[in-house]
């Protein structure tokens, strides 16, 4: 408490005492004990099985599936603004390690919201469920209860909103945005589970919390079983990549920076969510092929002979067939067939020219030119991300499509790179030479070469010239 | 869903006792006449659209949660309200049935076709929940008018019966489709089901509970909190077979680049699969042995060259357990495939390290691996009957050392089916 700002720790402690005084009326005039008791029995219950739950879930998965929220709701209609706060203020006594003071103001922003929420439902001419003779008729009940979920969201969010920019010096609208936009409907959605609950309440009692929180906790234990095997899912895939991407060590953790390039100018460029989640596995993959190119020739040093470079210039072939089964992959797998295209035409496998080559073979090209230029290879030193950009806007209209080159810088420009990795440190140790730049048809300035070496049976002295030349013989004799 | 002669004898006598059943019931009804139509209407008609929303759950069970909702609430319903009806045995019979029926024809008129296993399941434990309720409904409601926790219970427990005894009925069906030991069978459905078996039952439970003071508004009403549990359901179902067919496709890295023969790590997976499932491993260690098979040769691609032929049998056992252990730390950095990586680990270590001794921490999973490995390697994708039966004969010689004679006698069983179908 005490790294708080001034501020921030006047407000919790008014909060917490507005809190405790709507909690001491409410026990002042409770006769309904046992209700209260079973129904608190059941916020805490549910909070503690909520974090439970949560630990294996995703963070950005958003708010999952409430429990204690239809249980508020249903206090709300079973008990009113007198039982109400003492029901939702036993948040704070569920089992979850957080420090005192977050405790005692969750439960006395859960006892002023539920409060406020039950004069709600009673002004607007709710009737008590619990205990009345109540005629029982949706409409009846219906408006009022949406009315009290409604206000109980809109105090718990503004007091949550509230003590979240004061201790972090934002501004509450961000604070709101940030956290509570994308929440709030499906938060409704729960709380139209307290209707239910407390419907069935009123007629058999604490047994009605059973049969009606059992679909929901089945669908929250789905749930995150769900996102933990989203995890695993891209995980594995990650991993099975970069554990064979060991077979080349200068390209290590190649595919995973693609895929984040990729990423970047697909999101630039405006493509749906949908498209971007399939491309970011299109970056992963596009090298799957190599996996199939025997580790010999990925690994020799020196010239490469005909059949050898042939071999190489099959990995996109050798990808496609690799992913062609999968069929969620969709786009992604003609991104991986045509990424070694060039807008001019002078690519493979297929030799297509600009539009003709499917977009994210588009974005995968620039992306892939990108992190084999500005990381370190056996033949010289990675290059800096201002080079590399400089090389990529040379070669565009030739080797890349210039729209995605632009949304790269772009992208570049606002989200920043993480300069790909150093030299190599642990290299496992080299039973087979080095890597050499034999294998590397990534780089642009070497591809541009070849197809110049193509174009005019030039030979060169340098070294990239030599390994123009060499890639070269094979398309001569065609 | 029936799709061949042998499944159609597994869940036989299930569906002659169900066809049984609706019958006589149908039978009864015409006799007594439809009481409360339009209750019995909008009952019919919720199990029918819950049968169209029918879902996959993980594992390719096929499931309609609301349908079978529907169908519980109906046979347990105590009353309605503005309508004073008795459900009988026969009556909640013959309203899940043509509910069932009807909600059926859509999805067989696009080809998906009828699962009459599973209409039969239901139609049974319909008559159980309502033979089970029935008799104590004087005791537990006794003036038709108050709705309490007693009913409520004996409710839930009649659901709970009846949630039982579907597990149980899938599970003999799924034990004689598959030749699965039962035990091993029931133990799989009761995990696979435990899930959504409870939702349904307490969604059942609860549209019982609320019609006699809800009406109508019971039955949507409460269908929504299931409908949220189907999709996560599905959702979940559908990343899991994404999963299952990355785990597919990455094994064929070894085959297109000329390490292993095409099609091996499937057919491998596949054969691995139905010896485990004979010799009793459950359903969750199956699938770490199907990803253990696909990955098994995935060490290969460490070598500098392929092996010619890609048949790891004819390399020296140090290589093939270098390879076994290089495959094996490449599945591990996955950090969620342990098991798999545990199993192709060993899938290279002989049955026996010594004349008479066995090594009881080889798992029963590497020891399949290994000789379906070996038959594979020898009989390929062929499927000339004499070679598949040379394969075998030639793997018996093993079993003094290499191979686990269990595993092998297994195999045997299976490849003598293979063959005489071939006939």
Known sequence: MRELPIAARLYIAAVIVLGALVIALGAAQMTRWSAVLALAALVVLGEGLSTLLARSVNRNEGVGISISMPVTIASVLLLGPVGAPLVTACMALAPIRTPWFKRAFNGAMGALSAYAAGWVYLAVGGELLLGGEVEFSLGHVLLPMIAAALVFEAVNGLLMVSVIALAEKVSPWRVWIGTMAESAVPLFIYSTFGLLLAVVWAQIGPLSALLVLAPLMVARWVFAQFAARQEAYEATIRSLIQAVETKDAYTRGHSVRVSRASVLIGRRSGLREDRVASLRYAGMLHDVGKLSVPTSVLQKSGRLTDDEYSAIQLHPLLGRDITKDLEFLGEAIEGIHYHHERIDGRGYPEGRKGSEIPEFARIIAVADAFDSMTTTRSYRGARSVADAIDELRRCKGSQFDPVMVEALVAALDTDGWDAADTFPTELPTPSVALPSLGSDDDDPTAADHLAQARDSDEVAEDELAELARVLAEPEAER | ?423
């Open chain 2, 1 to 423: 869903m029936i799709s061949s002669e042998r499944e159609l004898r597994a869940a036989g006598p299930l569906i002659v006792a169900a066809a049984l059943a609706v019958v006589a019931s149908v039978a009864i009804t015409a006799q007594d006449g439809l009481p409360d139509p339009w209750v019995c209407l909008a009952f019919a008609l919720f199990i029918g659209v819950g049968e169209i929303l029918r879902i996959t759950l993980p594992g390719g069970r096929e499931s309609a949660p609301l349908a079978s909702a529907g169908a519980l609430a109906f046979a347990l319903l105590p009353g309605f309200q503005g309508y004073d009806i008795h459900v009988t045995v026969a009556l909640a019979v013959t309203v899940v049935t043509v509910g069932s029926v009807v909600g059926a024809f859509p999805r067989a008129f696009v080809g998906q076709g009828l699962h009459l296993d599973e209409l039969a399941r239901r139609v049974l434990t319909t008559m159980l929940a309502a033979a089970v309720l029935i008799p104590v409904l004087p005791l537990v409601y006794p003036d038709r008018t108050e709705v309490d926790w007693k009913l409520a219970l004996a409710m839930t427990l009649a659901a709970v019966l009846a949630g039982v005894l579907d597990a149980v009925l899938a599970a003999a069906v799924r034990a004689s489709q598959q030749r699965a030991p039962f035990r091993t069978a029931v133990v799989d459905e009761s995990r696979a089901l435990v899930g959504i078996a409870s939702a349904i039952a307490a969604t059942g439970v609860l549209i019982a509970l609320a019609a006699p003071v809800m009406g109508y508004w019971a039955l949507p009403v409460f269908a929504v909190p299931l409908l949220l549990t189907q999709f996560s359901f599905r959702r979940f179902a559908t990343i899991e077979g994404t999963y299952q067919q990355t785990i597919r496709a990455l094994s064929r890295i070894t085959e297109v680049g000329g390490y292993t023969e095409t099609g091996h790590a499937r057919r491998v997976s596949r054969l691995a699969v139905m010896v485990g499932r004979e010799l009793g491993v459950s359903e969750r260690d199956l699938k770490e042995l199907e990803y253990a098979a696909n990955l098994h040769d995935i060490g290969q691609l460490s070598l500098a060259e392929p092996i010619p032929g890609g048949t790891t049998t004819i390399l020296s056992p140090t290589d093939q357990r270098t390879i076994a252990e290089l495959g094996a730390n490449v599945i591990e950095q996955t950090g969620v495939l342990t098991k798999a990586a545990q199993i192709v680990r060993r899938q290279a270590d002989p049955y026996r390290p010594a004349p008479g001794r066995v090594d009881p921490t080889l798992l029963l999973e590497s020891r399949i691996i290994k000789v379906v490995n070996a038959y594979d390697d020898l009989v390929g994708a062929s499927l000339e009957s004499d070679r598949m039966l040379q394969a075998v004969e030639r793997l018996e010689l093993g079993i003094d050392r290499e191979y686990d004679p269990q595993v092998v006698d297994t195999l045997a069983r299976i490849v003598a089916r293979q063959t005489e179908y071939a006939y």
